[in-house]
């Protein structure tokens, strides 16, 4: 009784729970599902054998779908991708043609739409928001750019930003009760967080620094320990299966791509991550095409975000920041906007200090993009009580959605002006 009641427990919380979480979980896959069928069934952007990485916006599809992309980065997403392509073959009888990018197209969809799911979960249930504000922020979040394009592209960052979503409210839900997260869990969370981008498992431990007297009583101490000890064994046992315990090579192919992805380029710092950190992933930039070939003699035309041309966006942007760090500093001593921002910190230390990726860090928003619309929710509520400041954020996030909703369906025009043109 005590699994079965565990069971149901864990598919309430993954899952839609009630009837509105149903209706909300239909309205967005319909949606996404409709843009992503689209694309599957009139373009070969989605999938093609010819082309390995880049058609758009340095995606990797090919490479991802394939072979789950590079160890070094993508541990054990080979496992995870595996059983997609295989799920996909089932309905195209082993052909790579337009039913074979629509399975993975609907993948990407589903599991973005639950993302939603779980920021709503989060702002219901853990922030504890009317219904008015959480929907406006979800809508909101659901029009961001990082969303829009992994609702249809088989890429990691797409079922990271799920996972990621999914273990946030789970530790949410825990620290509530001032309970602990058991190490079935962690070790899960571990291999699926860690597995598809293996710098996002150190977020996995981030909830163990807030729970009840951990570094006041040496056997909670201890236990917590323990249980990352044993998460961190689990996944280093299955990597090192997959590496057939040649350890060395993940050393070596690691620091080849830092030097690969770390390389400054020429646009200015500030700008890359103005523009393509914080505002790639929210706001759709304008669109360059380049030339590129899959070394193999087939030649394509790759699409990638340029920076901000206007003063209007880079107001965007800082209007949304404004709102995250005053929501930081208003809630410093609240654990679970601790929990957010120190995962949210992980990633602008990676991408921003070290500059990992940083040329093309509007793909990365799967990682952290999701604590925006969270951290916006505990802005909300901590001037519940004080109607002024309620209704002026309240239309500041309204004047920031119609916006980016306009900003957003008209660079989707450009995308498929380039679809049109390339991909057909």
Not at 167 to 173: E, G, V
Not at 372 to 399: A, D, E, R
Request: aromatic share 22%; hydrophobic share 50%.
């Amino acid at each position: 009784m005590v699994y079965q009641q565990k069971f149901k427990d864990f598919l309430k919380t993954v899952f839609p729970s009630t009837q509105f979480e149903v209706l909300l979980f239909i309205i967005f896959i319909t949606v996404y599902g409709a843009l992503g069928s689209f694309i599957a069934l009139n373009y070969r952007i989605i999938f093609d054998d010819r082309i390995p990485w880049d058609a758009y916006f340095s995606f990797d599809n090919r490479a991802i779908v394939m072979t789950g992309g590079g160890f070094e980065r993508h541990p054990l997403a080979n496992y995870y991708f595996d059983w997609i392509r295989e799920f996909a073959y089932l309905f195209s009888d082993g052909k790579k043609n337009e039913t074979f990018r629509l399975v993975l197209a609907w993948c990407s969809n589903f599991a973005i739409s639950l993302s939603l799911i779980q920021i709503y979960k989060y702002l219901k249930n853990i922030i504890r928001l009317p219904k008015k504000i959480s929907l406006l922020i979800l809508t909101f979040f659901a029009f961001f750019s990082t969303n829009i394009l992994l609702s249809f592209t088989p890429e990691t960052y797409t079922y990271t930003l799920f996972f990621l979503a999914l273990f946030n409210y789970y530790a949410a839900l825990k620290m509530r009760k001032d309970e602990k997260i058991p190490a079935p869990a962690l070790i899960l969370a571990g291999v699926s967080v860690g597995g598809l981008t293996v710098t996002n498992i150190v977020k996995v431990y981030i909830p163990l620094l807030f729970e009840k007297n951990i570094f006041t009583q040496w056997k909670k101490f201890g236990n917590g320990v323990l249980r990352i000890l044993a998460s961190v064994a689990v996944f280093l046992l299955l990597f090192l299966y997959r590496l057939d315990f040649k350890f060395l090579n993940f050393l070596n192919k690691t620091e080849e791509q830092y030097e690969k992805f770390s390389t400054p380029k020429f646009t200015p710092i500030w700008d890359m991550i103005a523009s393509w950190f914080f505002g790639g992933n929210m706001l759709f930039s304008g669109f360059e095409v380049r030339d590129y070939h899959n070394k193999k003699g087939f030649e394509y035309k790759a699409l990638f975000m340029e920076v901000y041309t206007s003063w209007i966006p880079y107001i965007f942007v800082a209007a949304v920041l404004i709102l995250v760090f005053w929501s930081y500093i208003k809630n410093f001593k609240n654990k679970f906007v601790q929990v957010l921002m120190i995962s949210f910190f992980v990633d602008i230390i990676i991408h921003c200090i070290l500059k990992f990726g940083l040329h093309t860090s509007y793909i990365y928003g799967g990682h952290f993009i999701f604590v925006v619309p969270l951290l916006i929710g505990c802005l909300f509520y901590t001037y519940q009580n004080s109607p002024k400041i309620l209704s002026f954020l309240y239309s500041t996030v309204w004047i920031l959605f119609i916006y980016l909703v306009l900003n957003n369906l008209f660079r989707m025009e450009e995308f498929f002006v380039f679809l049109d043109k390339f991909y057909q």
